[in-house]
């Protein structure tokens, strides 16, 4: 994504709530006069001055992207109509991926969003997804399967979990510079793999396990802030292992690190999340964005769009290094083409929690899930219903 410059380094600055809101009022002028875009000022806002810039700029903020509309009611290749009650979904991922938002991207410039009433576009990047859709910051963003459900049933938090987003999950591991496999038995390095007692960690000691080092002769440490903060670590040379994520690939290879575990296995990882009350009073907003966005990931599905697709995506400011356009393939096969799973695929989540403590073995992980629109999408685009129930 391109830079701001000066003003990244102005809103360094900040340093109380007073002086966030002069710079949210500031910057909400400027966007509203074309000079900034919002997807820049919230990635270098941050979670509170952002959420304060979302809500200035409101729900309809004249910073969307207006789409020009015919008229008439599309009906899809299966018969069913869906049709937007709302002019504009409010839409964001906190990762700034291309793979996160490229969906999205295509479903407006290919003219899907169009053909279901949106006549606007507004998709940004945000801070933490789970927290930015429970406070209303978007009404639309995808967030880990294990979170949403968890969020849902345990805390009794407004959210559902609506379709797949990603069905892969990428399983690496990573050495710091000059680090090898016996160096971190000899030495009973630090490592980790999020923190303790979690999921990530459990798969992390697995990985390391199948490479032959028991989870007992290293050191497993917790490391506040995510990956981002876990890989900075590793760079730095202050932890000797680490969980990885596709992204952090290339910083550690260059830099003379080495990636010792790599695997992708179909998990029902990531999905697409809204408030269920937002569900509830604009299901068919949801439903014909859901249609959009399906009908673009069976675009997108065909390699072939590959230099069209990456082309759409730089209009909208993501940038394409080498790196992006050499993994671009890898990047897509994570999407879950037609938003489904299968049952084993989310039951697995589960299971590796329960295995750690994080939840109860019986979670009604089902009560966070509505699958009703999905099917629907799915019987219109004339795709098999995945899963066929719950």
């Known amino acids: 994504m391109r830079s701001m410059g000066g003003l990244g380094t102005a809103l360094k600055g900040l340093t109380s709530t007073a002086e966030e809101a002069v710079v949210v009022d500031s910057l909400t002028d400027m966007v509203r006069q074309g000079q900034v875009s919002r997807r820049t000022v919230l990635k270098l806002l941050g979670s509170t001055a952002g959420a304060a810039f979302l809500a200035a700029c409101g729900a309809n903020g004249s910073s969307a992207t207006t789409i020009a509309t015919s008229a008439g009611t599309p009906t899809t290749e299966g018969g069913t109509i869906f049709r937007s009650n709302l002019s504009v979904l409010e839409t964001g991922y906190e990762d700034p991926n291309f793979g996160h938002h490229v969906a999205d991207v295509v479903a407006y410039e290919k003219g899907f969003l169009e053909e279901v009433g949106f006549t606007e576009f507004n998709n940004l990047i945000i801070g933490n997804n789970l927290n930015t859709i429970v406070g209303g910051g978007v009404q639309w963003t995808s967030a880990d399967t294990d979170a949403v459900v968890v969020a849902s049933v345990e805390h009794e938090q407004d959210v559902m979990w609506l379709a797949c987003m990603r069905d892969k999950e990428d399983l690496l591991f990573g050495l710091a510079p ?213």
Not at 199 to 221: C, F, H, N, P, T
Not at 372 to 386: H, I, Y
């Open 178 to 390: 000059g680090v090898t496999l016996e160096s971190l038995v000899a030495d009973n390095a630090e490592v980790s793999g999020g923190e303790i007692g979690t999921r990530g960690e459990l798969l992390a000691m697995k990985m390391l396990e199948e490479l032959g080092v028991d989870r007992d002769q290293v050191q497993w440490i917790t490391i506040g802030g995510g990956s981002d903060t876990r890989i900075a670590a590793l760079l730095s040379g202050d932890l000797k292992g680490t969980a990885l994520r596709p992204r952090h690939v290339p910083s550690l290879l260059e830099v003379g690190g080495t990636v010792v575990y790599e695997e992708r296995r179909i998990i029902a990882q990531e999905g697409y999340t809204v408030q269920r009350s937002f569900y509830e009073e604009n299901r068919d907003a949801v439903t014909a964005y859901l249609y959009a966005i399906i009908k673009a990931k069976q675009y997108i599905s065909d390699y072939s769009t590959k230099d069209e697709v990456i082309e759409l995506m730089e209009k909208h400011d993501f940038e394409f290094p080498q790196e992006f356009i050499d993994t671009y393939e890898d990047t897509i096969e994570n999407h879950s083409f037609d938003g489904g799973f299968e049952i084993p695929e989310m039951e697995l989540i589960f299971e590796e929690m329960s295995e750690v403590g994080e939840v109860d073995p019986d979670i009604d992980w089902r009560s966070a899930v509505d699958l009703s629109s999905l099917w629907e999408v799915q019987d219109a685009l004339g795709l098999e219903r995945r899963p066929a129930s719950l």
